[in-house]
Nanobody, 125 residues
């Protein structure tokens, strides 16, 4: 049984940076594509970035611009999402999720069936 736990959220000043971590336990990351999603109150969960189970394919939402970077450390069974030049609109609860199917990855919620509890990111202006 795969379990995901996010960490690294907190309060950050606008213009700053942070690194979110998604630690997987139970099975290795090479069995799953991992996606990062953000949710703000009153809105649907938005796909930000994903990385395939092979690690060869990565995708970003257009809203991610060039400020988000996804990476993974197989040895630590961890996927990271680094965010730079933070803006107030980056705030929200960030979730990572796992998709066991396919060789690629996507940014749609229904593609993922295992979710972490989320980590809150707040950005002060």
């Amino acid at each position: 049984q795969l379990q995901l736990v996010e960490s690294g959220g907190g309060l950050v000043h606008s213009g700053g940076s942070l690194r979110l971590s998604c630690v997987a336990s139970g099975l290795g990351l090479n069995y799953y594509a991992i996606g990062w999603f953000r949710q703000v109150p009153g809105k649907e969960r938005e796909g930000i970035s994903c990385i395939s189970k092979t690690g060869n394919a990565m995708h970003y939402a257009s809203s991610a611009e060039d400020r988000f970077t996804i990476s993974r450390d197989i040895a630590k069974n961890t996927v990271y999402l680094e965010v730079s030049r933070l803006k107030p609109e980056d705030a929200g609860v960030y979730y990572c999720a796992a998709d066991p199917a396919g060789l690629g990855c996507g940014l749609r919620q229904f593609e993922y069936d295992n979710w972490g509890p989320g980590t809150q990111v707040s950005v002060s202006s």
